[in-house]
């Protein structure tokens, strides 16, 4: 079998769309064509690829390939695609049951050695990859950060290429990714009962959290109104599942996200000097009145982002320029 077709994910913004990594072995002179808008991260896999096979204790083939990764409008970034591109080779080259790898999705960064390192947004990937019907394939350094999808998601986690293929072909199959935590104990949020007095600026605090409302506290410095401010997140009410899995999955396109820290409500301090650009960014296209998606893989630097399901405090908000305010006030209906 000279072909093989494999599933992954891109990353856009916070969506996940499906990628076809389709590789193709034909005869001529050895080369090795990436095609399908590879930014430059995807095009260095050829190197990492045929380097872990080569360490891994496989054969790269002596042939012309091919690897194309459609939709070829759609972006792709990252070295996510290594693994899938090394299993695919590997599956249209013979050395590798390639029906062994039907139905399940891939994603993962080889090194040199065939070490699998942890990828951005698995969750992001995880969760849709759980709305396919799909087994995720993943490092296991990222498996963690995966489990968090929930029920209905069957994760695969290893350390190295040469534990994975010995999974697929038979010779010592790994049991489903058990993870150590499932969720997060309780959210630890500084404590409004460690303000004394104030009583007004309680009550005030209390009524913002209740009916989710803005909140504007006026007084000299050092009188408590950053020390209430940070309170906030512990008195609004606890995430709902649904809102806990889109807060982890923004965060999560920046960094790792840790398990420990969900269900707990993000808190922002930006600058009153910071810019509309730094608040909110850009990159977002209008699809029709009621439905905006996000293009920019960086959205999640935002801080407002960021921020999104909890609460931002911005100190010498009278300082803030009006067009920065203005989003503000947008961001919050938004």
Known sequence: MSTAVLHSRA?????????AVEIHL??????FSLVGLPETEVKEARERVRAALLTTGYDFPNRRVTVNLAPADLPK??????????????????????????GHEFAGELGLTGELRPIRGALVMACAARR?????????????EAAIAGDGLALIAADTLATLTAHFDGRAPLAPFQPAMAGAGQPDYPDLGDVRGQGAARRAL???AAGTHSLLLCGPPGTGKSMLAARLPGILPPMHHDEALATAAVH??????????FHCRPYRTPHHSSSAVALVGGGVRTENICKCTMQNENIAHYLLVKAGNGAVH?????????????????????
């Open 11 to 19: 990353l856009i913004g916070v969506d996940a769309p499906e990628v």
């Open 26 to 31: 034909a005869n001529g002179l050895p080369a």
């Open 77 to 102: 970034a990252s070295g996510r695609f290594d693994l899938p591109i090394a299993l695919g080779i590997l599956a249209a080259s013979g050395q590798l049951p390639a029906a062994a790898l039907d």
């Open 132 to 144: 396919a019907g799909r087994i995720f394939v993943l490092p296991a350094g990222s498996a963690d």
């Open 206 to 208: 209390e009524i913002a």
């Open 252 to 261: 999560a396109l920046v960094q790792p996200f840790d398990p420990a820290r």
């Open 314 to 334: 911005s100190q010498a908000f009278g300082a803030t320029p009006r067009s920065v305010a203005s989003r503000w006030h947008w961001s919050s209906r938004s």
